[in-house]
C-alpha cells in the first residue's frame, strides 16, 4: 500500500484519546513491519488537538495513511472510554476501518486504472475517482 492518505474528521475527544495511545515510540520499533507508533502521528494528533482548543470548531480534518491506521487499530481498545467514562474506542474504530478501506478503493482503483490506459487516461481517470471522494466527504 502506498503512502495515500484519506480525510477522518476526529473531534476533540477522540484526538485525546488517541494522545493516549500513539506515542512517539515504541520499544523494538525498527523489527515491526508497521510499528504501532509514529512520530508524525503523534505530532499531528498534538497538533490538532492545540487547533481546536484555540479555536470553536468541532472537529478536525485528519489525514491517515494506512499505516496510522494499524497503529490505531493495534493501539486502540474498542472498549476505550473518554475522561467522563463515556465509550468512544469503538467509533474510532470504525473511522479508521471506514478510512481503510477507503485506501483500499484507492489503490486498487488507482493500479487497475494504471494497467489499462494510457498515462494521460490514467491521469484522467484517477482525478474523476478522486473528485468523487471529494464529493461524498462533503455531503
Not at 90 to 112: D, V
Request: proline fraction near 4%; charged fraction near 30%.
Amino acid at each position: 500500500m502506498t503512502d495515500t492518505t484519506t480525510v477522518v474528521r476526529l473531534r476533540l475527544d477522540e484526538l485525546w484519546l488517541l494522545q493516549q495511545y500513539i506515542r512517539h515510540e515504541v520499544q523494538g520499533g525498527r523489527e515491526w513491519e508497521a510499528p504501532p507508533a509514529s512520530h508524525d502521528l503523534n505530532d499531528r494528533i498534538a497538533g490538532s488537538i492545540l487547533m481546536l482548543e484555540e479555536t470553536s470548531e468541532a472537529e478536525a480534518a485528519f489525514e491517515l495513511t494506512f499505516r496510522d491506521c494499524l497503529a490505531i487499530d493495534c493501539t486502540v481498545p474498542a472498549s476505550a472510554k473518554d475522561v467522563d467514562g463515556r465509550p468512544i474506542g469503538r467509533r474510532i474504530l470504525l473511522k479508521t476501518f471506514e478510512a481503510r478501506r477507503q485506501l483500499q478503493l484507492k489503490f486498487s482503483a488507482t493500479n487497475e486504472v494504471d494497467r489499462q490506459f494510457t498515462p494521460e487516461m490514467a491521469l484522467a481517470v484517477r482525478q474523476q475517482i478522486w473528485q468523487g471522494y471529494r464529493w461524498k466527504e462533503n455531503r
